[in-house]
């Protein structure tokens, strides 16, 4: 390919024409006449991966204000819309058949909806084109994307989060597609779009949920994939845990605000968000399909979350978006054990001390939602492994919810189909910040994936089955809760989680034994009072473990009677419904013989 084509004669600079000629890619030629023809930019920019190309579009970034220069080196701040500040259910949707539970458009409507909102969206303004790889390159989980944008901000998060592939696009190579346009901000035509023939449109938005291509909008695509091929796509971190025997690789499933970042610490980091599981001669693989973190700052402290706090205290490139800029030109978030300032800019502009909205409710210094992007080479855990073309043996799966009423701290499952169905499949969490509603309202959440569910979910829990019985020895499965209550008041403080995590270690290695309960096995009590002193080193009542681990049983059963409902209204498989109903019928049985509330003491031990 010599000749570029006439759509885009004007467009490119020379070094921009050598660039795009050079990849003598057509399928990358039609996708770009397409998104030319449909945003009509002033300009086209290829973005080749290059430390200058990145520094560009970080300049450029500066340059329209879309990012402002912090007090300390690489820092930058970004601000989205005041109503654009987490992902936008009502106005995302995938494009086809009706999908219980999901947003969902026919495809002839959505296509023309989006496209009359983002026709002519990039007139006067320059088409970034990132080329990128989901997954470590030549590895068996790359997958080859493409991102294109009128934002700055929006392809500079994208240099920061994914591995620039420049080079993998030689040749008429296939990709994921992304036509992302900030439009006129104007969040009442705001639309997010997922095309499963592998397009995704975005306008007017620019929260990095909504708008970073190759982040949850990717998930949609990447998990109807794993779905037709017999793979999974997750909504996971991937955590490598040291034990007596090496180290344990365990991925961790968690609706987003309840636990899954600070779970990511607590080891050795491959990924602190998703995760492409593949099953490789009998054994699990999984990889990050990305390169760095886009995590939420908000509770961030010294204390707490150290490792994390140094990156965002150090000379580095940090994106903080939607946290207050203090007049230093310093960062703030809300539970950061700082003292708050008297005053700053923020999501909401000018911001003030006893500060107000148009309804009368205080404003915050910091979205509730507000975040940082950055690269995993900023983090002192991460794994060396982290971009291993072979990616990392999984031994355990981990699904955490917020619960605070019902579920024990930890528990294991029976065995995979158990903990699949009965700990993933049905997973219920009390809302955050990070999706637009009410707040700590219980949700059905599947996997943590609800919003990104692309094919119908018995269909999607079915695959999971599937996946564990082609496996030789699959990963033993637990469900965690870092959030039960008793009254107002937690019964575990933050740390406790280092606890959790090495009784997973402990179970892997056959180090510590088990009581048997009707929803899975849960700890011995002399078990978490010696990983108490050993990992935290304090003490651990009985009042303490009886707290925690006293089963729910009312409690239970409701929660699975809802989840057995839910599944049976849908096209689910009968396999998978006569797990659940088994589960009910076991608390019941103990409900029957032991009451509503079972002391753990009263339990017997097995293995």
């Given at each position: 390919m010599e000749v570029l084509p006439s759509f885009l004669k004007g467009k490119l600079s020379p070094i921009m024409e050598t660039r795009l000629l050079k990849l003598r890619n057509v399928k990358l030629l039609h996708f770009l006449e397409e998104a030319v023809d449909l945003c009509e930019p002033e300009s086209v920019y290829i973005v080749e991966g290059t430390e200058e190309d990145i520094s560009e579009i970080r300049n450029r970034a500066l340059l329209t204000k879309e990012e402002t220069e912090l007090n300390v080196k690489g820092h930058t701040i970004h601000f989205d819309h005041a109503l654009d500040?987490?992902?936008?259910?009502?106005?995302?949707?995938?494009?086809?058949?009706?999908?219980?539970?999901?947003?969902?458009?026919?495809?002839?409507?959505?296509?023309?909806?989006v496209k009359s909102i983002l026709k002519g969206a990039m007139k006067g303004r320059v088409m970034y084109v990132g080329l990128y790889s989901l997954g470590p390159v030549g590895?068996?989980?790359?997958?080859?994307?493409?991102?294109?944008?009128?934002?700055?901000?929006?392809?500079?998060?994208?240099?920061?989060?994914?591995?620039?592939?420049?080079?993998?696009?030689?040749?008429?190579?296939?990709?994921?597609?992304?036509?992302?346009?900030?439009?006129?901000?104007?969040?009442?035509?705001?639309?997010?779009?997922?095309?499963?023939?592998?397009?995704?449109?975005?306008?007017?938005?620019?929260?990095?949920?909504?708008?970073?291509?190759l982040k949850k909008l990717a998930l949609r695509l990447t998990l109807n994939r794993a779905v037709r091929e017999g793979w999974l796509s997750e909504h996971m971190a991937i955590v490598g845990l040291e034990g007596s025997n090496g180290v344990h690789y365990v991925t961790a499933a968690f609706p987003s605000g309840s636990g899954k970042t600070s779970t990511s610490m607590m080891g050795r980091l491959?990924?602190?968000?998703?995760?492409?599981?593949?099953?490789?001669?009998?054994?699990?693989?999984?990889?990050?399909?990305?390169?760095?973190?886009?995590?939420?700052?908000?509770?961030i402290n010294s204390k707490d979350d150290?490792?994390?706090?140094?990156?965002?205290?150090?000379?580095?490139?940090?994106?903080?978006?939607?946290?207050?800029?203090?007049?230093?030109?310093?960062?703030?978030?809300?539970?950061?054990?700082?003292?708050?300032?008297?005053?700053?800019?923020?999501?909401?502009?000018?911001?003030?001390?006893?500060?107000?909205?148009?309804?009368?409710?205080?404003?915050?210094?910091?979205?509730?939602?507000?975040r940082f992007t950055v690269s995993l080479k900023s983090f002192d855990n991460l794994d060396p492994?982290?971009?291993?073309?072979?990616?990392?043996?999984?031994?355990?799966?981990?699904?955490?919810?917020?619960?605070?009423?019902?579920?024990?701290?930890?528990?294991?499952?029976?065995?995979?189909?158990?903990?699949?169905?009965?700990?993933?499949?049905?997973?219920e969490s009390a809302r955050t910040s990070a999706v637009i509603g009410k707040q700590d309202e219980m949700e059905f959440n599947p996997m943590a994936l609800l919003d990104f569910i692309s094919v119908p979910l018995g269909?999607?829990?079915?695959?999971?089955?599937?996946?564990?019985?082609?496996?030789?020895?699959?990963?033993?499965?637990?469900?965690?809760?870092?959030?039960?209550?008793?009254?107002?008041?937690?019964?575990?403080?933050?740390?406790d989680k280092r606890?959790?995590?090495?009784?997973?270690v402990e179970r892997l290695e056959g180090r510590s034994k088990a009581l048997e309960t009707p929803i899975g096995k849960i700890p011995l009590y002399e078990d978490l009072r010696r990983l108490f002193g050993e990992a935290l080193g304090k003490e651990y009542s009985e009042k303490d473990y009886e707290a925690q681990f006293s089963l729910r049983l009312r409690g239970y059963k409701e929660k699975y009677e809802r989840i057995l409902d839910i599944y049976s209204k849908i096209d689910t498989p009968k396999d998978i419904l006569h797990i659940i109903e088994r589960q009910i019928q076991r608390i019941e049985e103990y409900r029957k013989s032991m009451g509503d509330v079972v002391s753990p003491f009263r339990l017997k031990v097995i293995e």
């Open positions: 500040q987490a992902r936008a259910r009502e106005d995302t949707f995938i494009l086809g058949d009706r999908i219980p539970f999901v947003n969902t458009k026919p495809r002839k409507e959505g296509l023309e909806e590895s068996p989980a790359q997958i080859l994307a493409v991102q294109i944008t009128d934002s700055p901000y929006v392809i500079h998060s994208e240099n920061i989060l994914y591995r620039n592939a420049y080079r993998e696009f030689e040749g008429d190579k296939d990709f994921l597609k992304f036509i992302h346009s900030k439009g006129s901000q104007d969040v009442k035509k705001r639309r997010i779009v997922i095309d499963l023939d592998g397009v995704v449109y975005s306008v007017n938005t620019t929260y990095a949920g909504n708008s970073v291509g491959i990924s602190d968000d998703l995760a492409f599981i593949m099953g490789i001669d009998g054994d699990v693989r999984a990889w990050n399909p990305e390169a760095g973190v886009f995590g939420i700052i908000q509770g150290p490792i994390v706090w140094k990156v965002l205290h150090t000379p580095g490139e940090v994106i903080f978006s939607n946290v207050l800029m203090t007049p230093e030109r310093s960062a703030y978030w809300d539970g950061s054990g700082l003292p708050e300032p008297e005053k700053g800019i923020n999501f909401s502009g000018e911001w003030w001390k006893g500060k107000k909205d148009d309804q009368g409710k205080p404003v915050p210094p910091s979205h509730p939602n507000a492994n982290y971009d291993n073309p072979n990616g990392v043996k999984i031994d355990a799966v981990i699904f955490g919810v917020r619960d605070y009423k019902t579920l024990v701290p930890i528990a294991e499952a029976f065995d995979w189909e158990h903990g699949v169905v009965t700990m993933g499949a049905s997973m269909k999607y829990v079915q695959n999971y089955i599937n996946f564990g019985k082609r496996l030789r020895n699959p990963p033993k499965i637990f469900g965690v809760n870092y959030f039960l209550k008793d009254g107002d008041k937690y019964v575990n403080s933050k740390e606890v959790w995590l090495r009784w997973v």
